[in-house]
């Protein structure tokens, strides 16, 4: 039996995401003729003038090519497995200043269907590139995003080593993004260890993340005795059962148990820190 060969620009366009530039395509095994046949058949679909892609593409990838940009900020960092905080309807870009050939399609309110960022790049950004690389999406959340966030999303960068501080220091940084710099650490385990000892710290007690007690885990051990445990939407059925069995456990050893929601921290800080600071004024952090 006959094997079929894949053509040329099949494997290069798979090898890419199934998007990519007509002229990464062309070669001595592929003329335009043969690319121009397959848009023909519905084997390619042609982006603009001069990108082709798969009818299966990515379809983000599709829409960066289509408006001349490159998927950025807390997009990129998403699709990276990043921390980010926050639910975003609209895809996050990125362009340089004055672009021309940006072209960004409206809904039916007329209002731009993804959130710009134009900025300079501070590593160079090849035109064929579809997504950010790691420093310049970690710019374009300092430009974007509240302090602290970002602060927990280039924290997440360090800690899975997709981004190296001493590569981005010796960066030109924007002022946000070198006082990001300067604070951030790579040892946070997730956003929430970013977010709340900076919250806390103010309160000048100890914090300790992820301390091991007794058998088991908690978010965060404040001075001696105060625990703080916060609930994610994985803590049902068997995992509250163990949760609700260790925290009677901490509570017969002379510990004191907060626990929380993770929309309480992120939503309704005030109320989080209020509970906090009434046991910390009753010392209840304090081994008795």
């Known amino acids: 039996m006959q094997t079929t060969i894949d053509p040329a620009w099949l494997t290069t366009l798979r090898e890419h995401d199934g998007?990519?530039?007509?002229?990464?395509?062309?070669?001595?095994?592929?003329?335009?003729?043969?690319?121009?046949?397959?848009?023909?058949?519905?084997?390619?679909?042609?982006?603009?003038?001069?990108?082709?892609?798969?009818?299966?593409?990515?379809?983000?990838?599709?829409?960066?090519?289509?408006?001349?940009?490159?998927?950025?900020?807390?997009?990129?960092?998403?699709?990276?497995?990043?921390?980010?905080?926050?639910?975003?309807?609209?895809?996050?870009?990125?362009?340089?200043?004055?672009?021309?050939?940006?072209?960004?399609?409206?809904?039916?309110?007329?209002?731009?269907?993804?959130?710009?960022?134009?900025?300079?790049?501070?590593?160079?950004?090849?035109?064929?590139?579809?997504?950010?690389?790691?420093?310049?999406?970690?710019?374009?959340?300092?430009?974007?995003?509240?302090?602290?966030?970002?602060?927990?999303?280039?924290?997440?960068?360090?800690?899975?080593?997709l981004a190296d501080r001493e590569v981005i220091g010796r960066l030109k940084l924007?002022?946000?993004?070198?006082?990001?710099?300067?604070?951030?650490?790579?040892?946070?385990?997730?956003?929430?260890?970013t977010i709340v000892p900076r919250r806390l710290r103010w309160l000048r007690v100890r914090i300790v993340p992820q301390a091991w007690l007794h058998g088991h885990r908690v978010d965060f051990l404040l001075g001696q005795r105060l625990v703080l445990q916060i609930d994610g939407g994985h803590h049902v059925g068997a995992q509250r059962d163990s949760d609700n069995r260790h925290d009677a456990e901490l509570i017969l050893r002379g510990y004191h148990v907060i626990r929380v929601g993770y929309r309480q921290v992120m939503d309704d800080w005030p109320g989080v820190q209020q509970l906090v600071m009434n046991a910390v004024a009753q010392g209840l952090h304090l081994a008795r």
């Open 19 to 161: 998007i990519a530039r007509q002229s990464l395509l062309l070669g001595r095994q592929t003329s335009k003729r043969e690319l121009k046949d397959a848009v023909a058949s519905g084997a390619l679909v042609r982006i603009r003038r001069s990108w082709l892609a798969l009818p299966d593409a990515d379809p983000l990838l599709v829409a960066a090519a289509r408006a001349g940009v490159a998927l950025s900020c807390v997009t990129r960092a998403e699709r990276l497995g990043l921390w980010v905080h926050g639910d975003f309807t609209k895809p996050h870009v990125a362009a340089p200043p004055c672009s021309g050939g940006v072209r960004i399609e409206q809904d039916d309110a007329d209002n731009p269907k993804a959130t710009v960022h134009w900025f300079t790049p501070v590593v160079p950004r090849p035109p064929h590139t579809l997504e950010d690389g790691i420093e310049n999406t970690l710019i374009s959340i300092a430009l974007c995003r509240p302090f602290e966030y970002a602060l927990a999303t280039w924290e997440s960068a360090f800690r899975t080593g």
């Open 174 to 193: 924007p002022r946000i993004a070198r006082d990001l710099l300067s604070e951030s650490t790579p040892f946070a385990d997730s956003g929430l260890e």
